[in-house]
């Protein structure tokens, strides 16, 4: 019963902490931060106003159906311990920002922060100096097909030695001009919005994802284990069994069978 237990309890630490990996998963993964050219030099105490680009997978928008990316800027560390938050400014073109960054002397750890997404190392900035970027963290094969999602301003490097199948999105259908003489067409009231679907129905009427549901009957059997254990021990009298609380649990219903009969 005991290795029952310990076993049901390890099942149920093992779902919790895959949790976070798995919303993760859900969110798309991962992502990277791409800055726009910066100034050859960097001095303190000066406001510098830096392009940066937010890229799911390292090569396209944020794209999670029902989801938000959140709050994105750049995170400046320093050797002390210091850390500078600047929070970004989304622009025109889809996954660009910009942020106005105002940083003192000395050398910083930059980081993009990326909303729902982890931070994203770019590299080590010296103030006086410039930007030293951190290799890669996630490589992007050669030849990969990717979508253009942009204009003429694109992301540095695209597109990133792949192959562009498409653009988006595509360009709007041209409006039609009607003759002067053509009859009216009747004006229709706009259908009804739609109620937008709340946490509930998103995730299967409750609420709870399957992870979460695994984890919670995983705890509802360790309970229940612990219940029957209690009350077998409570059914067992001092000095007796629990074979011989079962033969006189037995004996009872029979004698209570025979008085039935009579």
């Known amino acids: 019963m005991r290795r029952l237990l310990m076993a049901l309890g390890a099942m149920a630490m093992m779902f919790a902490l895959t949790l976070p990996a798995h919303a993760q998963t859900r969110a798309g993964g991962w992502a990277t931060t791409e800055l726009d050219p910066l100034p050859d030099k960097l001095v303190p105490g000066k406001a510098y106003t830096i392009g940066y680009w937010v890229l799911q997978h390292g090569t396209h928008p944020f794209d999670v159906a029902g989801n938000e990316l959140g709050s994105t800027g750049l995170r400046l560390t320093g050797a002390d311990g210091k850390t500078l938050d600047f929070l970004g400014t989304a622009l025109s073109e889809p996954a660009h920002y910009a942020v106005t960054i105002k940083v003192p002397a000395g050398e910083w750890r930059v980081q993009g922060v990326q909303g729902i997404f982890m931070p994203y190392d770019i590299g080590t900035m010296n103030i006086p100096g410039g930007l030293t970027l951190a290799p890669p963290q996630f490589v992007i094969g050669v030849g990969t097909e990717v979508v253009d999602y942009w204009g ?59 992870p979460y549901l695994l984890v919670v009957t995983a705890v509802l059997a360790v309970g229940a284990t612990l219940l029957v254990q209690r009350v077998v021990q409570a059914r067992v009298q001092p000095g007796q069994t629990e074979t011989g609380s079962r033969e006189g649990a037995a004996e009872e219903a029979a004698d209570a069978i025979s008085i039935g009969r009579e």
């Not at 039609?176 to 009216?184: F, H, S, T």
């Not at 067409?185 to 937008?196: D, F, G, L, N, R």
């Open 152 to 210: 003429s301003i694109k992301p540095p490097g695209f597109p990133w030695d792949g192959t562009v199948t498409s653009s988006q999105p595509p360009a709007p259908p041209a409006t039609v001009a009607q003759p002067a003489d053509a009859p009216q067409q009747p004006v229709t009231a706009p259908a009804a919005p739609t109620a937008p679907k709340t946490a509930a129905t998103a995730s299967g009427g409750g609420g709870w994802s399957s």
